[in-house]
Nanobody
Framework: QVQLVESGGGLVQAGDSLRLSCAAS????????MGWFRQAPGKAREFVAF????????NYVDSVKGRFTISRDNAKNTVYLQMNSLKPEDTGLYYC???????????????WGQGTQVTVSS
Protein backbone atom coordinates (compact mmCIF):
# COMPACT_ATOMS: atom_id res chain seq x y z
CA GLN A 1 0.00 0.00 0.00
CA VAL A 2 1.43 3.32 -1.09
CA GLN A 3 1.57 6.03 1.56
CA LEU A 4 2.72 9.63 1.22
CA VAL A 5 2.86 11.43 4.56
CA GLU A 6 3.39 15.17 4.62
CA SER A 7 4.67 17.22 7.54
CA GLY A 8 6.04 20.67 8.27
CA GLY A 9 3.04 22.89 7.69
CA GLY A 10 2.00 25.62 10.08
CA LEU A 11 0.95 29.21 10.68
CA VAL A 12 3.59 31.80 9.81
CA GLN A 13 3.82 35.48 8.99
CA ALA A 14 4.48 36.92 5.57
CA GLY A 15 8.20 36.77 4.80
CA ASP A 16 8.81 33.71 6.93
CA SER A 17 10.02 30.31 5.78
CA LEU A 18 8.74 26.75 6.09
CA ARG A 19 10.10 23.39 5.01
CA LEU A 20 7.63 20.70 4.04
CA SER A 21 8.57 17.04 3.99
CA CYS A 22 6.87 14.05 2.42
CA ALA A 23 7.87 10.54 3.43
CA ALA A 24 6.94 7.84 0.93
CA SER A 25 6.45 4.12 1.49
CA UNK A 26 5.02 1.20 -0.43
CA UNK A 27 6.56 2.21 -3.76
CA UNK A 28 9.98 2.20 -5.39
CA UNK A 29 10.66 5.85 -4.67
CA UNK A 30 13.39 6.32 -7.25
CA UNK A 31 10.98 5.21 -10.00
CA UNK A 32 8.67 8.16 -9.39
CA UNK A 33 8.82 11.85 -10.08
CA MET A 34 7.62 13.68 -6.98
CA GLY A 35 5.74 16.91 -6.65
CA TRP A 36 3.78 19.35 -4.56
CA PHE A 37 0.35 20.79 -5.26
CA ARG A 38 -1.76 23.14 -3.17
CA GLN A 39 -5.39 23.98 -2.75
CA ALA A 40 -6.79 27.17 -1.28
CA PRO A 41 -10.37 27.29 0.08
CA GLY A 42 -12.87 27.48 -2.77
CA LYS A 43 -10.21 27.00 -5.42
CA ALA A 44 -9.00 24.12 -7.55
CA ARG A 45 -5.91 22.16 -6.67
CA GLU A 46 -2.92 23.70 -8.45
CA PHE A 47 0.57 22.59 -9.37
CA VAL A 48 3.42 24.06 -7.31
CA ALA A 49 6.59 22.10 -8.09
CA PHE A 50 7.86 18.78 -9.39
CA UNK A 51 11.19 17.00 -9.37
CA UNK A 52 12.40 14.22 -11.62
CA UNK A 53 13.18 10.71 -10.43
CA UNK A 54 16.90 11.35 -10.14
CA UNK A 55 16.48 14.91 -8.87
CA UNK A 56 18.20 16.51 -11.85
CA UNK A 57 15.17 18.28 -13.32
CA UNK A 58 12.73 20.55 -11.51
CA ASN A 59 9.67 22.48 -12.57
CA TYR A 60 7.85 25.29 -10.76
CA VAL A 61 4.74 27.37 -11.16
CA ASP A 62 5.76 30.94 -12.01
CA SER A 63 4.39 32.39 -8.77
CA VAL A 64 6.89 30.48 -6.60
CA LYS A 65 10.01 30.63 -8.77
CA GLY A 66 12.93 32.06 -6.84
CA ARG A 67 11.17 31.50 -3.48
CA PHE A 68 10.48 27.74 -3.33
CA THR A 69 12.93 24.89 -3.83
CA ILE A 70 11.98 21.26 -4.28
CA SER A 71 14.50 18.53 -3.48
CA ARG A 72 14.55 14.83 -2.76
CA ASP A 73 16.61 12.25 -0.91
CA ASN A 74 16.15 8.88 -2.57
CA ALA A 75 18.02 7.13 0.26
CA LYS A 76 15.36 8.38 2.70
CA ASN A 77 12.36 8.10 0.34
CA THR A 78 11.60 11.73 1.11
CA VAL A 79 10.83 14.83 -0.92
CA TYR A 80 11.07 18.36 0.46
CA LEU A 81 9.70 21.78 -0.36
CA GLN A 82 11.67 24.69 1.06
CA MET A 83 9.44 27.76 1.03
CA ASN A 84 11.01 31.17 1.60
CA SER A 85 9.57 34.68 1.53
CA LEU A 86 6.09 33.31 2.07
CA LYS A 87 3.12 35.41 1.02
CA PRO A 88 -0.53 35.29 2.15
CA GLU A 89 -1.45 33.98 -1.31
CA ASP A 90 0.67 30.88 -0.58
CA THR A 91 -1.91 29.81 1.99
CA GLY A 92 -3.47 26.43 1.32
CA LEU A 93 -3.44 22.72 1.89
CA TYR A 94 -0.22 21.37 0.41
CA TYR A 95 -0.31 17.89 -1.07
CA CYS A 96 2.57 15.59 -1.92
CA UNK A 97 2.21 13.74 -5.23
CA UNK A 98 3.94 10.82 -6.93
CA UNK A 99 3.78 10.03 -10.61
CA UNK A 100 5.79 8.13 -13.20
CA UNK A 101 6.40 11.39 -15.07
CA UNK A 102 6.62 15.07 -14.26
CA UNK A 103 3.16 16.52 -14.74
CA UNK A 104 1.25 19.67 -13.84
CA UNK A 105 -2.13 17.99 -14.18
CA UNK A 106 -3.73 16.93 -10.88
CA UNK A 107 -6.05 14.55 -12.73
CA UNK A 108 -3.17 12.36 -13.86
CA UNK A 109 -1.35 11.93 -10.54
CA UNK A 110 -0.84 8.32 -9.47
CA UNK A 111 -0.67 8.86 -5.71
CA TRP A 112 -1.54 11.64 -3.26
CA GLY A 113 -0.77 12.38 0.35
CA GLN A 114 -3.36 13.68 2.80
CA GLY A 115 -2.02 17.22 2.85
CA THR A 116 -0.47 19.62 5.34
CA GLN A 117 -1.90 23.08 6.02
CA VAL A 118 0.16 26.19 5.37
CA THR A 119 -1.29 29.49 6.54
CA VAL A 120 0.52 32.77 5.92
CA SER A 121 -0.75 35.83 7.74
CA SER A 122 -0.14 39.35 6.49
Amino acid sequence: QVQLVESGGGLVQAGDSLRLSCAASGLTFSNYAMGWFRQAPGKAREFVAFISRGGVSTNYVDSVKGRFTISRDNAKNTVYLQMNSLKPEDTGLYYCAADRIITRAPSSIDYWGQGTQVTVSS
